[in-house]
């Protein structure tokens, strides 16, 4: 059985529905739905079936349960209870954040899902070097990283955390659905799988401070398989933001290069950003957040994975 995928966040591409005179009656004991309408249901939800047959209410038609699938062809499995979530291999080390949201796809009631395309939509968004200083959009920053995925974990020492939420209300985000701490990045956890991290110009984060708290031994600390990092430098000077932190990751995976089983940090792209002007103001993306850059050019923008 293959695994639908709805456009959430701009991550996946929605298989288009069938065409409303595709539509079989319905027959067989009452409630029940012929395989081609439990298609359709599997496609469209109880709503959209419901529209499609003239049905004001849904209630009529029965449950289609929304399932995990694992494996592929006659070895697939469906999972769609918190149990069956918790006992499947590829979740084992997960942050318990996304293992909650795993959880919520089993026992939504939309569709299908595979379990390669679940773990990839319920990625972990954290965020660093945001204290509430910069005010406005450092909040509206905080608030596409979470439109992003609808999970946001911020971090920063000097955190204004007040400050911070005040700014995400006025954004419009959900009570307690943002994750606002004071103190360092690497309390979200260690070699965390499937964590987006995004650090809007670390400043002297990349080069005054010493190992281990400096920037590159918090990514090496917090990333964990599957994981990816967005570092947009301030403005390069003679500081050479970019180029120090390059080196520093450098210095890292050689001082592990005989450890066992350690996966290096990539760079893999360092690169000129050239802002979009958005009303005037100029602005980049890091990862799928949008950035409001706070300082003059140049700066560069460094992507950094774990595989």
């Not at 991550?11 to 319905?26: I, S």
């Not at 149990?83 to 569709?111: F, K």
């Not at 596409?144 to 007040?162: E, F, G, L």
């Amino acid at each position: 059985m293959g695994a639908l995928r709805r456009r959430r966040g701009g991550d996946r591409d929605a298989e288009q529905p069938p065409r409303p005179a595709a539509v079989p009656a319905r027959t067989g004991p009452p409630g029940g739905l012929t395989r081609q309408a439990m298609e359709l249901q599997a496609l469209l939800g109880n709503a959209g079936v419901a529209r499609l047959l003239g049905q004001r209410d849904p209630g009529g038609l029965r449950p289609l349960q929304r399932r995990i699938l694992t494996g592929h062809g006659s070895s697939s499995q469906e999972i769609t209870t918190a149990a069956g979530v918790r006992l499947m291999p590829e979740v084992q080390g997960l942050h318990p954040a996304q293992l909650d949201r795993l959880i919520a796809l089993a026992e939504d009631d939309q569709e299908y899902i595979h379990i390669i395309n679940a773990l990839d939509q319920t990625r972990n968004t954290v965020v660093g070097a945001v204290d509430g200083g910069r005010g406005g959009p450092e909040g509206a920053f905080l608030k596409s990283a979470w439109d992003w995925r609808r999970n946001v974990s911020a971090y920063d020492p000097a955190m204004k955390t007040d400050a911070l939420r005040a700014m995400l209300n006025k954004e419009g985000l959900p009570p307690a659905t943002a994750q606002l701490t004071h103190g360092s990045i690497t309390q979200f956890g260690q070699h965390v799988p499937y964590t987006d991290v995004l650090v809007p110009h670390p400043g002297p984060w990349v080069i005054d401070v010493q190992p281990p708290d400096d920037l590159a031994s918090c990514l090496e600390t917090v990333m964990g398989p599957n994981s990816r990092a967005w570092v947009l430098t301030d403005n390069e000077t003679s500081k050479a933001y970019a180029t120090t932190l390059v080196q520093r990751i450098t210095a890292i995976n050689q001082a592990n290069a005989t450890r066992h089983g350690y996966r290096p940090l990539v760079v893999a792209e360092v690169k000129a950003v050239v802002p979009t002007d958005i009303d005037g103001q100029p602005t980049t993306m890091l990862g799928e957040a949008r950035l409001l850059i706070g300082h003059q050019p140049y700066y560069r923008l460094i992507r950094i994975t774990r595989t």
